[in-house]
């Protein structure tokens, strides 16, 4: 009987995630507890068990770290015994100090987190999927580039959506595509320090860059003022040879000096004037974009804007690198419902993280996961619906609803119940779907939680189990535009 | 008899409430009710939630005396002080992870409403669960 068959299909499954909560599969359970760094989707590397934070590329940090670190060794070495013995001890003293605090700064900036924004979880892309498509109520091609605008302060920005983050972006924000991240108040992506620099790390950055120039304009001053005073009394050439070392520092602080305090300038302007690199560069606030262009974040006030960059609240980071992945709380309503579900439990999430970039390929075409097969036959009348395959994988997932209506009617249902008792041989499922009107899958959603809502008018409100498990039939039925999410959902 | 008796009330959708940028990058989420929760709460006190919340990620933000005393000292000691202060930030973070839990057990719980504590979401949005009403019967 189908029925039983189907029953028996269904607590196969069943008894695969009966370990706990309901979806979460075997595997899962087996794997000791990760932390969140271990997991991240970013091109970031971790060390010291996620406490510290670097860009994928980090050769040229390193060489940062040993041209500071060369130069000052250097200048302790050779200068300072000189200058402490001629001048005053103090300046060694103060070129230590300067040299920890450069020092300190670089490694702050270098290790910390800019201020990148987690990715949205698979519920709010598909929450935020839903409400675009409503919004632009279109089908077929990816739509173009989605934007919202907001007005802040008089002054009309574009919000843009992040298709690698799934967000949209809040305002200054950036997406750096060397480490793939979304970074708040995005400034720019620094080799030299190997790491974004952001909201979080900013203030780090600047210091480290002012200091780096007020040291190497320190050590370039007293490894002259070395060479001048040996050169009095034993002469250039001598003083020079005795000193070789002195030769190099002044040429790397010659050649640093330039673009170091150029830099610190440029940063000291950005921040009295509260811009970060890249808006800059855009040109967002220039005055030539139009005669009402201005700066919305900026206070006004050279002082209020420095105060707020160097010395406002620091928030905290959002990524929590250390703490423990864990199997989201029970978000899904067990399969025997068949109620498509608003939510996934840790195993749908990582289903849903891989069909997603198939979900994009196909132009972003809202993805009803459902058990219900009814979707399934969906598929060949409207091109917007796209399925997962196997039960197990992609049921009770993000249902998005099919572009060209805010929610399936029952009527459409009804219309596609003929031809999938007809492909699947099954009319009991169908039958048996229903339950779900029962459940407070909220009406006013304009999601499929409505279609489902379509199985009562059928009749009864039998478990789902019959409709849910049948991956061969639905794997028949709609075999062209699942077969890319059913290879990533056969776990 | 169903595997969903002996489990948790399951999940009958979520809604998110977005970030508001009107007033610039400040953390602060939009107080329009959404129609979901129509059913289950009053429009006022969802109100109150979300401005007392937007009050406080306010109040952490805030530009003033304390947080530039904060952050002067923190530069001075190369931000070593953080190894055993916190700072004024996570300060007002733990007070609204305190408040949410409050809120949660005061009013939302009852509901079969849960919210999620922004921060757990990257303070992008506010997350708030909604759980099938069983009272309503399986309807089975």
């Keep these: ?491 | 008899m169903r595997l969903q008796d002996l489990q948790q009330p399951a999940v009958s959708s979520k809604v998110f409430i977005q970030r508001d940028y009107s007033s610039g990058t400040i953390c602060k989420f939009q107080t329009k009710f959404p129609s979901e929760l129509e059913s289950r709460m009053d429009k006022q006190q969802f109100e109150e939630t979300m401005q007392t919340l937007n009050n406080l990620y306010a109040e952490a933000e805030k530009l003033g005396g304390k947080s530039y005393l904060e952050g002067c000292l923190a530069c001075l000691t190369a931000y070593t002080v953080f190894l055993c202060m916190e700072t004024h930030y996570e300060k007002v973070l733990k007070k609204i992870a305190r408040y949410i839990k409050d809120q949660n057990e005061k009013i939302y719980a009852p509901r079969g409403l849960l919210l999620t504590d922004p921060l757990e979401r990257g303070l992008r949005v506010v997350e708030i669960t909604i759980f099938e009403d069983r009272s309503i019967g399986s309807g089975r």
């Design chain 1, 1 to 491: 009987m189908h029925l039983g068959e189907s029953m028996r299909e269904c607590e196969y499954s069943q008894i695969s995630t009966r370990s706990s909560t309901p979806m979460e599969t075997p595997y899962k359970k087996r794997t000791p507890k990760r932390k969140k760094w271990e997991a991240f989707p970013g091109r970031n590397k971790f060390y010291c068990d996620g406490r510290i934070m670097m860009a994928k590329q980090t050769g040229v940090f390193y060489l940062t770290l040993v041209l500071i670190l060369v130069t000052c060794g250097l200048f302790f070495t050779f200068d300072c015994p000189f200058l402490a013995q001629e001048l005053t001890p103090i300046i060694p003293v103060l070129g230590g100090a300067l040299f920890l605090f450069v020092l300190g700064t670089l490694l702050r900036t270098s290790f910390s987190d800019p201020g990148v924004l987690p990715r949205a979880t698979p519920d709010e892309a598909a929450d935020l999927e839903r409400q675009i498509d409503v919004a632009n109520g279109t089908t077929g091609y990816r739509p173009p580039p989605r934007t919202k605008e907001v007005v802040i302060n008089g002054q009309t920005v574009k919000l843009k959506y992040c298709f690698t983050c799934k967000i949209f972006r809040p305002p200054r924000a950036s997406h750096c595509s060397l480490c793939d991240n979304c970074v708040e108040r995005f400034d720019h992506h620094c080799p030299w320090v190997g790491n974004c620099v952001g909201r979080r790390n900013y203030r780090f950055f600047y210091m480290f860059i002012l200091s780096l120039s007020f040291l190497t304009i320190f050590i370039f001053a007293f490894v002259i003022t070395h060479i001048i005073l040996s050169s009095y009394r034993k002469g250039f050439l001598t003083a020079l040879k005795e000193s070789p070392a002195s030769v190099l520092e002044v040429v790397v602080c010659f050649f640093s000096v330039w673009s170091i305090v150029g830099l610190s300038g440029f940063h000291t302007y950005l921040i009295s004037s509260n811009q970060t690199t890249n808006e800059d560069i855009k040109g967002s606030w220039s005055s030539k974009r139009g005669k009402d262009n201005y700066n919305p974040y900026s206070s006004g006030n050279i002082f209020t804007n420095c105060c707020m960059a160097l010395c406002g609240p620091l928030p905290p980071s959002l990524i929590d690198r250390r703490g423990f992945i864990e199997a989201d709380a029970p978000q899904m309503a067990p399969p025997t419902n068949g109620i498509t579900m608003y939510g996934a439990t840790h195993s749908q999430q990582s289903h849903m993280a891989a069909a997603t970039p198939l979900l994009q390929q196909q132009s972003s075409e809202p993805v009803i996961i459902t058990s219900s097969p009814e979707n399934g036959t969906s598929l060949p009348a409207r091109a917007s619906l796209t399925l997962g395959g196997p039960c197990t994988s992609l049921p009770l997932g993000q249902p998005t609803p099919p572009t060209s209506t805010p929610s399936l009617s029952c009527h459409e249902a009804a219309d596609m119940l003929p031809i999938h008792g007809h492909t699947l041989n099954h009319t009991h499922p169908l039958q048996e779907q229903a339950a779900v009107h029962h459940y407070l899958t909220p009406e006013e959603v304009p999601s499929p939680p409505g279609m489902l809502h379509c199985g009562s008018p059928l009749g009864h409100s039998h478990t789902v189990q019959a409709s849910f498990y049948n991956p061969a039939s639905q794997d028949s039925l709609h075999e062209d535009s699942v077969r890319g999410l059913v290879k990533l959902s056969s776990v």
